[in-house]
C-alpha cells in the first residue's frame, strides 16, 4: 500500500465540509470590507523566500521544500503567502493603481516541521494583505475583521496578543542591548539560541525550548527601544482597538517567526489549541515592497494568515452538536442525518427514480444559499428494498423514497424518514414539499 507523505493527510468528509464552509464564511467578511482573491503559484523561486521571511529564520534555514529545477533553478514549495503576494503587487506594479490593493488568498503552504497535533507538513491558509499604507486604521481595520469572523462563526474565547516590533532602526538598537543581555546567559540555552544570540538575536525570542523561557523573560523589551514616530502608530493603534471595543493583550515579547515585519505584530490564539496554539498570526511589513523592487513611498503593508487546518479542529470542538439524548439514554442521529435516497425497486423503476431524482434536485437548486442544498442519490435499482434501507441508514441519509412497479403506475410514493422512523404516502407531485425542498 502507498500511503500518504509523513506529516500531510488527506481531508476526507465532512472534515473537508467543514474547511469549505469556513472558507466561505471568511471570503464573505472579507468581501464586506473590500477585499478581493489573488491566486499565487505555489512554486516560486527559492530566492523570494530568503530574501523576504530572512535567512535566520526556522521556515528558510530548516523548513522549506527547495529543489533544482531541470534549468537548475532553484525552487521551492511556498511555505506562506506573503512573500509570493508582495512579489506579484510589485511585478504587476498594483502600487501604481489608486487606493490600498486589499488581496485575499487561500490554499496549501509547505513546511518540514516534525508533526504534531495541529501541526502538518502539508497546511492551509486563509490570509490577506492591504498594501500601499501605513496608517494605524488600516492594521484597526484588519483586527476588526477578524474579530468579526472568529465571533460570526461562533468561536468564543480568543485572545489577540499584540506588539510593535519597530522599525529597522529601532531593532537595530534593541538587537545591540539584546546581545548584549545575552552574553553572560547564552551559555545555559539550546544550541539554536547560542547560535541566533550571535547570528540574529531576534530570533532568540522565538525559542519553543521550555528550559529557554525563564531566561527569555528577563531579557529587555523591544517596546523600550520605539522611536517617535513608530510608539504613536502602535498608541494610536491601541486607541482605535479600545474604541472599537477589541479585546487585545499587550504582548511585548511577540516577535513571530519572520524577518519581514516591522510595528504591529500580532497573533490570535485560543486555549483548546493546547502547544500549537496560534489560530493565526500576521503584522506590518513596511519594508518588504521596496526590498522586491516597488518605488520609495509606495510599499507599505499588514497582513495576516490564518490556520485553516488549527481554526477548523477549535470550530468542531466548541460547535459540534451534541448528539440528542432518548427517553431511554441511547443517542438518537435525527441531528445528523440528511440528503434523499430514492430507491428503485427493479430495473424499470430506474428511469423513473432518476426522473424524480432530477425535479427533487431542480427543485431544491431553487433555493437561494448553495451551502443548504440537499443531496439526492438513486440507489442500484438491482437491490431490494431491505437492502437500500440499510444502506441509506449506514450512509446517514435523512429520507428514502421506494420506487416500485406499484408505487410507479399509482404514482403514490412511499417516504420513510430514517430519522424518526416513520413512513407515509404521497403523490408524486407531493413529495417535494414533503421533504422540505
Ligand atoms: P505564520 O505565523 O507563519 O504567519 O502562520 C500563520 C498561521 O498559519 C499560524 O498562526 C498557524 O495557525 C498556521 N500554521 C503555521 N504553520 C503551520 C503548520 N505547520 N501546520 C498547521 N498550521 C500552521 C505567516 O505565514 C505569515 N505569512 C502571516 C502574514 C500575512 N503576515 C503578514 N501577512
Redesign the pocket.
Known amino acids: 500500500m502507498i500511503t500518504v507523505i509523513k506529516g500531510m493527510r488527506d481531508l476526507l468528509p465532512p472534515e473537508s465540509g467543514w474547511f469549505a464552509q469556513l472558507e466561505s464564511e471568511a471570503r464573505a467578511i472579507f468581501a464586506q470590507y473590500g477585499f478581493a482573491e489573488i491566486r499565487t503559484p505555489i512554486l516560486e523561486r527559492t530566492e523570494l523566500f530568503t530574501r523576504s521571511v530572512g535567512e535566520e529564520t526556522d521556515i528558510v534555514g530548516k523548513e522549506m521544500y527547495s529543489f533544482a529545477d531541470r534549468d537548475q533553478t532553484s525552487l521551492t514549495l511556498r511555505p506562506?503567502?506573503?512573500a509570493a503576494v508582495v512579489r506579484a503587487y510589485v511585478e504587476h506594479r498594483l502600487w501604481d493603481q489608486p487606493g490600498l490593493a486589499r488581496l485575499y488568498y487561500s490554499g496549501p503552504?509547505f513546511?518540514r516541521?516534525r508533526p504534531q497535533k495541529?501541526?502538518?507538513?502539508q497546511?492551509f491558509?486563509i490570509?490577506a494583505?492591504v498594501l500601499g499604507g501605513d496608517a494605524p486604521q488600516i492594521d484597526y481595520e484588519l483586527l476588526e475583521m477578524l474579530a468579526r469572523l472568529l465571533d460570526r462563526i461562533g468561536l468564543a474565547g480568543w485572545t489577540l496578543k499584540l506588539n510593535s516590533v519597530g522599525c529597522a532602526q529601532d531593532r537595530e538598537r534593541y538587537q545591540q542591548a539584546l546581545r548584549a543581555a545575552l552574553e553572560p546567559v547564552k551559555g545555559g540555552m539550546c544550541a539554536d539560541c547560542q547560535r541566533r544570540a550571535e547570528t540574529n538575536p531576534l530570533r532568540v525570542l522565538d525559542c519553543k525550548h521550555p528550559e529557554d523561557q525563564p531566561i527569555i523573560a528577563t531579557l529587555p523589551a523591544l517596546q523600550d527601544y520605539l522611536d517617535d514616530g513608530c510608539r504613536n502608530h502602535f498608541e494610536q493603534l491601541q486607541k482605535l482597538l479600545q474604541a472599537g471595543k477589541i479585546e487585545y493583550q499587550n504582548e511585548p515579547r511577540l516577535v513571530?517567526?519572520?524577518d519581514y515585519y516591522s510595528r504591529t505584530a500580532f497573533?490570535f490564539q485560543h486555549r483548546a489549541l493546547g502547544a500549537q496554539n496560534?489560530?493565526?498570526?500576521?503584522?506590518r511589513?513596511d519594508q518588504l515592497a521596496e526590498r522586491l523592487g516597488a518605488p520609495k513611498g509606495t510599499g507599505a503593508g499588514?497582513?495576516?494568515?490564518?490556520?485553516l487546518?488549527?481554526l477548523v479542529s477549535v470550530w468542531r470542538e466548541l460547535t459540534a452538536p451534541a448528539p440528542a439524548q432518548t427517553d431511554t439514554g441511547a443517542t438518537t442521529d435525527a441531528e445528523t442525518r440528511t440528503g434523499i435516497y430514492l430507491a428503485p425497486l427493479g430495473e424499470p423503476a430506474l428511469i423513473p427514480a432518476l426522473e424524480l431524482a432530477r425535479q427533487l434536485r431542480q427543485t431544491g437548486a431553487g433555493k437561494k444559499r448553495t451551502d443548504a442544498m440537499i443531496a439526492v442519490v438513486v440507489g442500484d435499482a438491482a437491490l431490494a428494498a431491505k437492502k437500500h434501507l440499510q444502506l441509506a441508514s449506514r450512509a446517514h441519509y435523512r429520507w428514502v423514497v421506494l420506487l416500485g412497479e406499484r408505487e410507479i403506475a399509482s404514482r403514490e410514493l412511499t417516504v420513510k424518514d430514517l430519522a424518526s422512523g416513520n413512513q407515509s404516502a404521497h403523490v408524486w407531485e407531493q413529495v417535494a414539499l414533503h421533504l422540505g425542498l
Open positions: 506562506e503567502a506573503t503552504m513546511r516541521e495541529g501541526r502538518y507538513r497546511f491558509q490570509g494583505e513571530r517567526g519572520l497573533e496560534a489560530l493565526l498570526g500576521g503584522g511589513y499588514i497582513g495576516f494568515a490564518i490556520g487546518d488549527r
